[in-house]
């Protein structure tokens, strides 16, 4: 069945699109006149919108003929590289559910989302199957296991070989728009992940609005993202919305928390955007010789999401690399960024303003619209590509998804020029002797300390059982803790704040604990 959505451009809403509409469209949509031009590139292998569309359609056909039904499952578990994209593609071209799985996880943690998924197919590097395999009779709905590598147990399929004589041309799975087509687990800011559906229509709806329209990507960009594939900033900004344009896609399936790997491969393969989380940066500035070893003049544009980007830290990134950082905020629930700073409109420490395709509000507790700047609230947000629930949640969906509008757990508040500035999780705000305070602000003021790395900011009680903030700090390398470097850096935030918002006490630590995706863990460090 040929099918008339190939080359979907210029769309604002999901009824741009035509019903029947498959999102391996991003890819085929490539393929008349740029079949010849880089797609992919890794230190591993590289490859052409062609060959990654045969491959793709290979992936599809082997599905189907282990039996994939529409909407079945499809587990991917593996580092980033041409194989986890192609099982992505493959999935949704023959109909399926590509759930993209955190590879820092415990095995236990995958084994619950597996059952959690009801998956029907796992494909996984050797490495990170190894010490899950003893558990995968629990998961009662697998019944197929595709091995990435030589490792092939008994009852195992091995990737190369399972695709290896399956035809290189297939027929796209009619899906609707609306149907499913990726499956994401919420990154575990505030507790246990939470699986979250989305569906054909809301990647090129991202990638048009967002990618397109606010970033202003285009086919002669090569992007580059540190954040993994598995986590929707690395699905965007990493892949989709650059084959949307038709621009190739920098892949590394080593570590990002190793910040000499990102600057590597930046220098190795010369990307023009950079997706990183304010984490990445803050590692980089602390390298001596950021830009004495390493080259960054192919980068015209950097992009940040996952926490808020500190201002002191756009300042100094800026400062040492002539790059900006532009700074939005997303989530999971939203698959991508519906809010943001744009090109030539940057005003460093905020999250930017709305674009077209999103309304925000701020409301208060009772659900009441505010209005007057500088009043902080909760942030709701109304747009086409939110979910519609949490898988198999239904108080916490009901909780976050009402009607049009997503609640998004953010606090912020709006200046007089439209400017939206991050207080905070809603968990995550302290009230300290009846006044709310944002852990936020008070970050912000200790990342402007040049002895900080980055930090964070929690409530603990006072020797009267009252709140008061407490800040995590991780010292910048060969800076010496000092006598009395915890006294200075109360002393500097005390002159950048009221004397109620300072941090009364300060610990210093190796590391903040983290999700994968870089968010801080702040439930982690309440003691």
Known sequence: MKLDWAGVRGISRAADLPQTYNAVDILERNLPARAHEPALLSLERSCTFGEIGAEVNRVANALQRFGLHRADVVAILAPDSVEWVSAFFGTIKAGGVALGMNTLLTPQDHLRQLGDSQARFLIASATLLEPLRALLGACETLAHVVVLGADVHAGELAFARWIADEPVSCAAAPTRRDDPCTLNYSSGTTGEPKGILHAHKDLPLCAEL?????????????????????????????????????????????????????????????????????????????????????????????????????????????????????????????????????????????????????????????????????????????????????????????????????????????????????????????????????????????????????????????????????????RKPGRALGHDLAAELIAHCRARMAEYKRPRWIEFVDELPKTATGKIQRFRLRG
């Open 210 to 474: 967002w990618g397109v329209n606010v970033l202003g990507l285009r086919a002669e960009d090569r992007t580059f993202s540190a954040a993994r594939l598995f986590f929707t900033f690395g699905t965007g900004g990493g892949l989709v919305f650059s084959w949307y344009v038709g621009a190739s896609a920098v892949l590394m399936s080593q570590s990002p928390r190793v910040v000499t790997n990102v600057l590597e491969a930046v220098q190795r393969f010369r990307p023009t955007i950079l997706y990183n989380a304010p984490t990445g940066y803050a590692m980089a500035l602390a390298l001596p010789d950021l830009c004495t070893r390493h080259d960054l003049s192919s980068l015209r544009l950097c992009v940040s999401a996952g926490e808020s980007l500190p201002a002191a830290l756009w300042h100094a990134w800026k400062q040492r690399t002539g790059l900006d950082i532009l700074d939005g905020i997303g989530s999971t629930e939203n698959w991508h960024i519906f809010l943001s700073n744009r090109p030539g409109d940057i005003r460093p420490g905020s999250s930017g303003k709305p674009f077209d395709g999103y309304e925000l509000e701020l409301v208060d507790d009772e659900g009441r619209e505010l209005h007057e700047p500088g009043v902080v609230g909760n942030l709701w947000v109304k747009g086409e590509t939110a979910a519609r629930s949490y898988l198999r949640r239904p108080e916490q969906s009901a909780h976050t998804f009402r009607g049009e509008w997503l609640v998004t757990g953010d606090k912020y508040a709006r200046d007089a020029d439209g400017y939206y500035w991050h207080a905070g999780r809603s968990d995550d705000m302290l009230k300290v002797g009846g006044i709310w305070v944002s852990p936020v602000e008070v970050e912000g003021a200790l990342m402007a300390h040049e002895a900080v790395l980055e930090c964070a900011v929690v409530g603990s009680l006072d020797e009267a059982g009252l709140v008061k903030p407490k800040a995590f700090v991780v």
